[in-house]
């Protein structure tokens, strides 16, 4: 079965996580959707957008798990910072 290496992984503003990946028949870099939850990322077999038939994708570098991390300590800061201007608005309307 032909295989589409994962490269990448980001999350997109709807909240939908995107695997970027590269087709190893033809080279070409293609996206795919996983879904919205990362602890159930939609994965595996995949219509190629390539024109190469379909494929697997497949994650041999650690690729998944790495950004995964990445993108949660992102979210949790920009909450954090979300947060803190809230209790800074509150503040100066108190005040």
Known sequence: ??????????LAADGVFLVRAT????GRTVLHG???????LILGHRVAHC??????????DGIVPVRLRVIRQEQ??????????RAQRAARAAG
Do not use: F, N, Q, S
């Not at 589409?4 to 992984?9: S, V």
């Not at 087709?23 to 033809?26: K, S």
């Not at 996983?34 to 159930?40: E, I, L, N, S, T």
């Not at 024109?51 to 041999?60: F, N």
């Open 1 to 10: 079965m032909t295989t589409a290496t994962i490269t990448g992984l980001d």
């Open 23 to 26: 087709c190893d028949r033809c």
């Open 34 to 40: 996983a879904g919205p939850d990362a602890d159930a």
């Open 51 to 60: 024109g190469c038939g379909g494929y697997e994708l497949a994650d041999p």
């Open 76 to 85: 949790a800061e920009k909450a954090r910072r979300r947060a803190e201007a």
